[in-house]
């Protein structure tokens, strides 16, 4: 038996055992009663009776322990032309400044905040103050347009939020201040309180006594200690998209939380504390949280934040410049991001300008990796590409070459074995596993490890319909995959209409429900389609309603601005085409699958159940007018 095999049985066959073992890592104020509570079954709660404060895990023992000089932070931004680095002490000190003024805004503990902000280190203050007050966060993507905002509003309500003037792309400044205004006019909830952090590059217009400015905020305040709380309490709220449109809120609580992204530190990711870790995303999505933000720092890493691009910051060499300045030991990042760089430096040259002596390992997530990105990756970098799955309700990694543990050997179209803690199986319609190499629904037996979501925000039955109940006893991935002859797992779709652009899960529901409020359309279909770059693109058709005699180029282009103007430019949403008619089966299903294998140019079977076959030619027609189906 491997080294992999046996920790991996030890953690389902003695999960209390092994977790409690985890959890000695972890400073308690008070121990759990038990280690796991299993009796509101298929809803469980780990470490019940325990009692901690994230932030003091992070920021307070590492400070008592030496470390208080060590870089907690490198902030570094090309697009501003600005580098910070913070200590463990600065860290503290800010978050405790900011967390004193939080209270004296009437924030405490339970209370919501909501922080819209760019990457910049004032969002990490933000999040580990609220921590510290015990008060619950939820980020949301300054990318994301006011409406989307106005419904995390409306879902959390929030006593305050936290936000900026501005956000920063390569070529354009992104004012934050108005769509926020927008967000809570639309919104039903109002926050009593606004904190805004003004940038140079853009300052907001404040409408007092609603808003106060950031540095104002601080400048009464006092710092405040660490609120002791449950280990069952929310530490932060995180939407994802849902496949109606209405986001749903993972919970994430505090104790599991803590143990498990402590845990994967060294097993998964194989660093030690005090090394530079770096994950190359944004703190709007679950890669920050985990490991931009809270794993690193309650390890005593080194984290990266980085406010910049892959490419054209200033160029595809922008990500092994920061890597070697800052001496990174390990890099977390997106396959679409080097697919951008590959596009830009096909034969990898610009690495070979900077010292990445002190790398170890690549990790990629947030879709799955194509074998010629994962290898060419491989080949310029010399060190283990490792593809590993997870999401944003899991929180952690659901399958991983654990290089901490055991480096397994590497497939590449493979996310490799189940993680430590994960009992991953692939079933059949009825709940029943499916031979080796047979594609399935993708389930994980329950209980969940740590640091999952035990439910989502004000919506438990949702939880148990979404998740528990196709599969009892199992929680339902939404990925349909396979496992091969030595349990690696290949994840090849989702079995819903969730599409994957760049890393970001976004649902096509939401997108249709847009082009279908578009005056001139009757019905509508949104699908993802392959695409070199971003993994997925998603792309609609459209039927107009009888009589309508506008120019259809006309009424793709508002549909398209209409998808940007309410999801936000992080759709993608770029492409349309106007149809006759869509391909449904008898009982009036549209047969998206079907669509997009036919944009794909990949093969498909004729539905059984398909109301008239005539239709996919005028599809794949359409489909060529747009550059897609070989056109």
Not at 98 to 113: E, Q, S, W, Y
Not at 129 to 155: K, M, P, Q
Not at 545 to 555: L, M, S, W, Y
């Amino acid at each position: 038996m491997s080294k992999h095999d046996a920790v991996h049985r030890r953690s389902l066959d003695h999960a209390q055992e092994f977790w409690a073992e985890a959890a000695e890592n972890i400073h308690w104020h008070k121990r759990w009663d038990s280690v796991l509570d299993g009796s509101n079954a298929p809803l469980y709660r780990w470490f019940p009776g325990g009692q901690l404060n994230t932030c003091y895990n992070m920021l307070d023992r590492h400070v008592a322990d030496g470390r208080a000089n060590q870089p907690a932070v490198i902030y570094d931004s090309p697009v501003s032309d600005t580098r910070r680095i913070l200590t463990y002490r600065e860290l503290l000190d800010e978050v405790a400044l900011f967390a004193g003024a939080l209270a004296a805004n009437g924030i405490g503990k339970g209370d919501r905040v909501i922080i819209y902000m760019p990457m910049v280190p004032e969002t990490i203050v933000a999040m580990l103050a609220c921590a510290r007050l015990g008060a619950i966060h939820s980020v949301v993507f300054g990318g994301f347009a006011a409406n989307e905002l106005a419904t995390r509003i409306d879902d959390a309500s929030p006593k305050a939020i936290v936000s900026a003037s501005c956000g920063l792309e390569p070529n354009r400044i992104v004012a934050y201040k108005p769509l926020l205004d927008q967000a809570i006019e639309m919104a039903h909830h109002k926050p009593e309180r606004c904190i805004i952090l003004q940038r140079a590059e853009e300052i907001a217009t404040l409408t007092p006594p609603r808003d106060l400015d950031w540095r104002e905020a601080i400048a009464g305040a006092r710092p405040h200690d660490c609120v002791i709380v449950d280990a069952t309490d929310p530490l932060y709220i995180l939407y994802t998209s849902g496949t109606t449109g209405q986001p749903k809120g993972i919970v994430r609580d505090n104790g599991g939380h803590a143990v498990a992204l402590y845990w994967t530190m060294k097993n998964v990711y194989g660093v030690d504390p005090g090394e530079v870790y770096w994950a190359a995303s944004d703190v709007g999505w679950i890669v920050g949280h985990s490991y931009i933000v809270y794993a690193p720092l309650l390890h005593g890493n080194t984290t990266v934040m980085f406010e910049g691009k892959p490419v054209g910051t200033p160029d595809a060499g922008a990500f092994w410049r920061v890597a070697s300045e800052y001496g990174v030991s390990c890099m977390f990042t997106a396959p679409t991001a080097f697919r951008a760089i590959k596009q830009q430096d096909p034969e990898g040259l610009l690495a070979k300008d900077y010292d990445l002596s002190k790398l170890r390992a690549l990790f990629l997530a947030g879709e799955r990796c194509d074998p010629d990105t994962l290898n060419w990756s491989g080949d310029k970098l010399g060190v283990p590409v490792i593809d590993h799955w997870w999401q944003t309700e899991t929180g952690w990694a659901i399958a991983s070459n654990c290089l901490g543990i055991e480096e397994l050997p590497v497939k590449p179209g493979s996310a490799a074995r189940p993680v430590p803690g994960w009992d991953v199986h692939v079933l059949d319609n009825n709940g029943c596993d499916v031979p080796a190499g047979d594609v399935g629904a993708i389930a994980c037996r329950l209980p969940l490890p740590p640091g999952t979501f035990p439910t989502l925000w004000q919506a438990e039955d949702r939880y148990r319909n979404a998740y528990l109940e196709r599969f009892a006893g199992y929680y339902e991935t939404g990925d349909a995959g396979y496992l091969d002859e030595d349990g690696y797992v290949y994840v090849m779709a989702r079995t819903d209409d969730i599409i994957n652009v760049a890393g970001h899960r976004l649902s096509t529901g939401a997108m249709e429900e847009v082009l279908a409020s578009h005056p001139d359309v009757a019905e509508c279909a949104v699908m993802g389609v392959a695409d070199d770059l971003k993994g997925q693109l998603p792309v609609g058709c459209v039927v107009l309603k009888a009589g309508v005699d506008r120019p259809a180029d006309e009424i793709v282009a508002e549909v398209v601005q209409m998808v940007r103007d309410r999801i936000g430019p992080v759709a993608a949403f770029k492409k349309a085409v106007v149809v006759a008619r869509l391909p449904k089966t008898r009982s009036g299903k549209i047969l998206r699958g079907t669509m997009r294998r036919i944009a794909d140019s990949v093969d498909y079977r004729m539905p059984a159940t398909i109301e008239d076959p005539g239709v996919l030619d005028e599809i794949r027609q359409a489909m060529q007018s747009i550059g897609y189906a070989g056109g």
